[in-house]
Nanobody, 127 residues
Framework: QVQLVESGGGLAQPGGSLRLSCAAS????????MSWARQAPGKGLEWVSA????????DYADSVKGRFTISRDNAKNTLYLQMNSLKPEDTALYYC????????????????????WGPGTQVTVSS
């Protein structure tokens, strides 16, 4: 069955960096666009970044553009999120998610366009 498992979260200081990973299994990872989303305490789910199935294109929310970088290794079935210049407002539970249509990239900024989600990894930015 489809499984997505995030890792790499933790505590970072403002201005610091973290690298999140998402290990995928149970489906042909290279056929699907993928995204990262996050949920801060007391707030709704927020889309963060997306990447095409072959890695040829990426997109970012304005709140993270220039600081976060999404990438993928289709040979390793793994999605990444490099987070630099972290801010306290980046504190959240971070999820990876699979776009629900194979061999395409549809409505990537819409949370409702994803059919499988990992359990999340906590990122806390604090001094």
């Amino acid at each position: 069955q489809v499984q997505l498992v995030e890792s790499g979260g933790g505590l970072a200081q403002p201005g610091g960096s973290l690298r999140l990973s998402c290990a995928a299994s149970g489906f042909t990872f290279s056929n699907y666009a993928m995204s990262w989303a996050r949920q801060a305490p007391g707030k709704g789910l927020e889309w963060v970044s997306a990447i095409y199935s072959d890695g040829s294109d990426t997109d970012y929310a304005d709140s993270v553009k220039g600081r976060f970088t999404i990438s993928r290794d289709n040979a390793k079935n793994t999605l990444y999120l490099q987070m630099n210049s972290l801010k306290p407002e980046d504190t959240a539970l971070y999820y990876c998610a699979r776009n629900m249509w194979p061999n395409g990239a549809y409505y990537l900024r819409s949370i409702s366009s994803y059919d499988y989600w990992g359990p999340g990894t906590q990122v806390t930015v604090s001094s």
